[in-house]
């Protein structure tokens, strides 16, 4: 079986494709006009960890 990540980008919009053995197994779609932080790296320093709920807050600086 192979894989493929094939990717699309516009002055608008980016697209990211995961195909394995033929069957789209992840797509992911962003816009430029609603960029989110999600798949960026960040700086950051925890602030916070939740005990018993594995989660927690951080303080996080672009760049």
Same mark, same amino acid.
């Given at each position: 079986?192979? @894989?493929?990540?094939?990717?699309?980008?516009?002055?608008?919009?980016? /697209? %990211?494709?995961?195909?394995?053995? &033929?069957?789209?197994?992840?797509?992911?779609?962003?816009?430029? @006009?609603?960029r989110g932080i999600v798949g960026?790296?960040?700086?950051? /320093? %925890?602030?916070r960890v939740l005990? &018993?709920?594995?989660?927690?807050?951080?303080?996080?600086?672009?760049?």
């Amino acid at each position: 079986m192979t @894989a493929e990540l094939l990717v699309n980008v516009t002055p608008s919009e980016t /697209r %990211v494709a995961y195909i394995d053995g &033929g069957i789209l197994q992840e797509i992911h779609i962003e816009r430029e @006009a609603r960029r989110g932080i999600v798949g960026n790296i960040y700086k950051g /320093r %925890v602030s916070r960890v939740l005990p &018993g709920n594995a989660g927690g807050f951080c303080r996080y600086w672009p760049g």
